[in-house]
């Protein structure tokens, strides 16, 4: 059993729990009794007789047994000796408040070695964190102030920052914490054993995770995708995007993708929905805690759809521009709503959605409830009512509370999900959003989060309803010592993916005296490029010459290229071509192998318009993330132009995925470009490069050329064919790196 992997029950839930330190010690006990904590608190201390009229035990071994939990708030290297007596009484976990491991360096990082054999297979939340709160059940494992309630049910929160988690104790928004848990360094429990032991309960209503990063790639998706099948939704606030390592980097593949790209990958790919700004964070909480995902309407697959009703045209046209930016539909109303509200609202109001009701039923609770009712009988997946409660040290809010009145009855009588929006967040005071919570109204506070806070929860129930079909990643796998690596030359690479059904055009690898000969054998126009393992982008050292139409072009070519590599590749170009793609794979250490789909061609690092899936990825996958490419109009057809072969594009790109995972020494492999061709004519990889680790005992290349490296392949999928095709051709912009 890993570390930490034990239950965390003992440690959330304690019925004893022992609290070491001075003055933090002491803070523990008081925030214990704020919350109404009715376990045992034992105070341990070497030279103190009381903390908080608590007597003091001088050490572990004089505790009366073994607690539930402890806090832990003593020097670094102190910490370690009282984590070991504690794992060897079998107390059920610790809380470490001390810093001063990992995130201090080398000395830090061998000291939090220590304290991991310490703990043993013991529970342990930290170092350098805050502690850890459960409002449920009344624990405050916690050395500072805050500012949360007790509660029946609520959402759960991980944060790796002590800040942001005593913040989120602070807010104002009604926000009905389950549980705050500093996570700090992770040391011996990381985020996924939090989640997984979140699971547990089912007081639970969702999970929030603010993260900095994702050390245990493999095992966060393990835990996320058993949030995903439980149903209970999960919300990330990821920060501080990491830079990829010091490797020297050759495709455009791995400029591409990078960590924060790789942890979106992994949050699709498991169904977390992520937000980027704190407000959103705990409006989507709050709003999942309500309602639940959303379950969608006609068109699941789509935008969450809403209706939206208030008294302002500005507030209606606000809302709908808001809704616009973030992918939010607002459709026309059913003619059996409409119906209902011009007979509620009379020939003034204009019937559409957003709804203006304007204010000739305002304060008519009757009529307002009415109203109401029509609209939230548009059977939409949510629905809002735009209300800014005036504030009370100045202003009557009388008729305010009577269209919360009527929005609630209507809410009522028609069981749709409903939420109250203000345009700023202090337009929906705690009090009121308190009211609206225990009527099962969700109270979202400002109109930008609100509105992204439903598109969150509109992409989490998407992810419930695909959750059965989705594929764990790789991971990193194993066994990836450094040893080297080599580069294969592109006709080599080409070869290497052939034997997997990827098209590649007609060529021929030639001496600079016989290049013109292959061309006539070839047919032209044709393409003439230098090769050689160290030319990753020949492009840009002037390593291809295209569209050459004869044999004198081709032998110019050739010796203008003369300086670069003593060896060249002649290929037919490929006509026709609708547009040019990027395929990319690498091998990420955190992550594992990583596939890249965007604009292809020589500036598709200027163009930048990639999407990136973890591997495996399914044939839905792939086509889903092509189509959210801007270059997805061209396959499409575009203006007339024809439409590419979708269908091939797709096969093309898993026949990629798949050499990769019969060869996982491949590190870094690049489709650039990948010539998608009109519907039926399929498509043609014009370049490629692999980098791979190389075999043992080998520093660089191994010296094979092109026409050896056939019989060096790596075991093929059973069934898997190699083609040979020719026809293939491309634009003169096209077959080259």
Known sequence: MAAGAHSLKRLLAPRQTAVYGGESAAQVVRQCRAVGYEGELWPVHPRRAHIEGLPCYRSTAELPAAPDAAFLAVPAQTTVEILAELA??????????????????????????????????????????IGVLNYLDGTALWADQQGGARTDSGVAVITQSGNIGQNLTMQRRALPLAYLITAGNGAVTGTPQLIEALLEDPRVTAIGLHLEGIADAAGFARAALSALRRGVPVVALKTGSSELGAQTTMSHTSSLAGSDVLCDALFRR???????????????????????????????????????????????????????????????LPEQSAVRLREVLGA??????????????????????????????????????????????RCEGDAWTTALDAYAAAQHRTGAPACVVGSLPEGVPEAVAQQLLSEGIAPLQGLADGVRAIAAAHRIGAAQRAADRVLLPHGPGGGRAIRGDEVLDEYAGKRELAGYGLRIPDSAVTAPGDAAQAAHGLGFPVVAKALATDLAHKSDVGGVRLGL?????????????????????????????????????????????????????????????????????????????????????????????????????????????????????????????????????????????????????????????????????????????????????????????
């Open 88 to 129: 060897g009484r079998g107390a059920g976990g610790a809380v470490c408040h001390a810093s001063g491991f990992a995130e201090d360096g080398p000395d830090g990082a061998a000291l939090e070695d220590a304290l991991r054999a310490a703990a043993g297979d013991m529970p342990v939340i930290g170092p350098n964190c």
């Open 270 to 332: 498991t169904g977390v929905a992520r937000v980027a700004e704190l407000g959103t964070f705990v409006e989507t909480l709050k709003l999942l805690h309500v309602h639940g995902p959303l379950t969608g309407g006609p068109d699941p697959a789509g935008h969450a759809r809403i209706t939206s009703a208030s008294c302002s045209g500005g507030e209606a046209a606000l809302l709908a521009d808001t809704a616009q930016r973030h992918g939010v539909e607002l459709p026309p």
């Open 348 to 393: 003034q109001v204009h019937i559409r959605n957003p709804l203006d009701y304007h204010t000739y039923i305002w304060g008519d609770f009757p009529a307002q409830r009415e109203c109401f009712t029509a609209l939230l009988g548009a059977g939409c997946d949510m629905n809002l009512l735009l209300l800014d409660i005036p504030r009370a040290d």
């Open 549 to 737: 139409s004869g044999g004198t072009a081709v032998e110019e070519a050739v010796s203008a290229m003369a300086g670069l590599a003593d060896r060249f590749l002649i290929e037919r170009m490929v006509p026709d071509a609708v547009a040019e793609l990027l395929v990319g794979v690498h091998h990420d250490p955190t992550f594992g192998p990583a596939l890249t789909l965007g604009a292809g061609g020589v500036l598709v690092e200027l163009v930048r318009d990639t999407a990136t899936l973890l591997l495996p990825a399914t044939g839905e996958e792939i086509e889903a993330a092509l189509s959210s490419l801007r270059v997805w109009p061209l396959l499409r057809g575009f203006r007339g132009r024809p439409a590419g072969d979708v269908r091939a594009t797709v096969d093309a790109v898993q026949a990629v995925a798949a050499y990769v995972q019969d060869h996982p020494e491949v590190t870094e492999l690049d489709v650039n470009p990948l010539l998608v061709l009109p519907a039926g004519r399929g498509a043609v990889a014009a370049d490629v490069l692999i980098r791979r680790l190389a075999p043992h005992g080998n520093d660089g290349n191994d010296g094979i050329d092109g026409n050896d490296r056939e019989e060096h392949h790596g075991p093929r999928t059973a069934g898997r064919t190699r083609r040979r095709t020719g026809d293939h051709a491309g634009p003169a912009q096209g077959q080259r790196r």
